[in-house]
């Protein structure tokens, strides 16, 4: 484990303990589960009963994990930023796939906490607080066959024009009594969705002409309707199943219909900010285990007649991928820490997006550019499926184009900047 410097957590014994605790069940449990998944030739053996998969998400449900986003008032773990932070990064270190499957459960139940109305608490956020079995999973519902990481831009207003010109959404709800009707698909890379009992959907609403005229809601997805797609098949976390949901005039009640008009683009522009600094927070857990096999490697390795990290080069990378972890370690935690101060604690909802993005694009670069290193420094032994630096790399490279391309999350961080610095 790394050498702490935050003089916070040196003194404090709690957090000491839940770092040990958090990377003791990420090293034990959730990275030999990861390695087994990762290896899984067919995709759908990932979510079959008795797969590693359940058994993780249920000692993660267990200790608790599965309510860190969830509001203290309505059963959430109650951690600060610093202690939610500790906890992603140790298990970012085992595995980002199961820890994506960990962080998207919460999506429903979550902003129910936060936003929710009438019934939705009961139905919703309070069985899932209480399940420790996994009977209850949710998932996060965002892209679309023909709008991927668009739904991003419809946070930053001055670029809404474009929003509007061009993506009118596929996935609409309409009125129908006392409830709400939906249709349309969402595309194959929804996390969790195949394992899914419920999903936190992204819609519009009528008059159905721009992805700026959205709502979010929460669907059960045991209803007549609803189809979801099997696992894909895919580069990287393959140890988080992955695919489509589609709806055929699918009902729900009216308070299922968490957050609409005019409060859309505000509050789903908060959530990002929580979901961006859980990015930042586990990535940089995955650089850390990037950076410590390539460590470990090269005082091993031999070449030249001495150890690879005797050579001045590779003392040279070594250093360079440790300046590089420890930076994202203080920086995606001091914006977790705005975050969670503007969400959790004030409720005041008015966090900062330029940070909390940046958090999730530096955290990914970070692991992008470690694991990439580890895995040259592991030359041709790092191709295979031997060393683990070959899925951390492979983990790393998912992270460049999830929650959004980073192409498009710098892109809205540089218009609020414009707008709003």
């Known amino acids: 484990m790394y050498f702490e410097i935050d003089p916070a957590i040196k003194a404090g014994k709690g957090l000491s303990l839940l770092r040990e605790e958090a990377h003791r069940f990420a090293e034990e449990v959730m990275r030999p589960a990861a390695e087994k998944l990762d290896r899984m030739s067919d995709p759908e053996k990932v979510i079959e009963e008795g797969s590693p998969y359940w058994d993780v998400l249920k000692q993660m449900k267990k200790l608790g994990y599965h309510t860190i986003f969830i509001d203290p008032d309505y059963g959430g773990l109650g951690v600060n930023a610093m ?3 500790i906890i992603f990064e ?4 085992g595995s980002v796939g199961l820890t994506t499957a960990i962080g998207v459960d919460q999506i429903p139940p979550a902003v129910a906490s936060l936003f929710g109305m009438g019934d939705v608490i009961e139905k919703v956020t309070e069985p899932f607080v209480r399940d420790t079995e996994a009977k209850y ?3 996060w519902g965002v ?10 831009m419809v946070c930053e207003e001055s670029f809404l024009p474009y929003v509007k010109e ?3 959404g596929q996935v609409r709800a309409d009125k129908d009594g006392d409830g709400w009707v939906i249709n349309g698909p969402k595309s194959s890379w929804i996390s969790s969705a195949p394992a899914a009992t419920h999903v936190g959907l992204h819609v519009t609403l009528p008059p159905h002409d721009s992805l700026a005229t959205g709502a979010f809601c929460i669907v059960p997805l045991d209803q007549e309707g609803v189809t979801k797609g099997k696992p894909i098949d895919k580069l990287g976390l393959r140890d988080d199943p992955q695919g489509d949901i589609a709806f055929d005039n699918v009902h729900i009640p009216d308070d299922y219909m968490i957050i609409r008009p005019p409060f859309y683009e505000f509050r789903i522009g908060q959530i990002i900010c929580v979901t961006s600094c859980f990015m930042g927070a586990i990535f940089t857990g995955l650089a850390r ?8 490697y090269s005082k091993h390795r031999v070449q030249g007649g001495k150890p690879l990290c ?3 080069s590779v003392k040279q990378k070594l250093y360079k991928m440790f300046e590089k972890v420890e930076s994202s370690r203080y920086y995606t935690r001091k914006v977790m820490e705005h975050v969670w101060e503007k969400i959790y604690i004030e409720k005041t909802y008015d966090a900062s997006s330029r940070h909390a993005l940046s958090a999730q694009i530096y955290g990914t670069n970070t692991a992008f550019e470690v694991a990439h290193e580890a895995l040259q420094l592991h030359g041709g032994y790092g191709l295979t499926k031997d060393f683990l630096v070959e899925k951390l790399f492979r ?6 184009i999830m929650d959004g391309a980073n192409d498009v999350l710098s892109l809205a961080a540089a218009y609020n900047i414009v707008d709003e610095y």
């Open 310 to 312: 005797e050579h001045q």
């Open 83 to 85: 202690e939610a932070h």
């Open 143 to 152: 892209t679309e066959p023909d709008c991927g990481s668009d739904y991003i």
């Open 289 to 296: 285990a990037a950076f410590e096999e390539a460590l470990r």
């Open 90 to 93: 140790e298990l970012g270190w």
């Open 166 to 168: 061009l993506h009118p």
């Open 395 to 400: 983990d790393a490279r998912a992270s460049l």
């Open 137 to 139: 999973h949710g998932c």
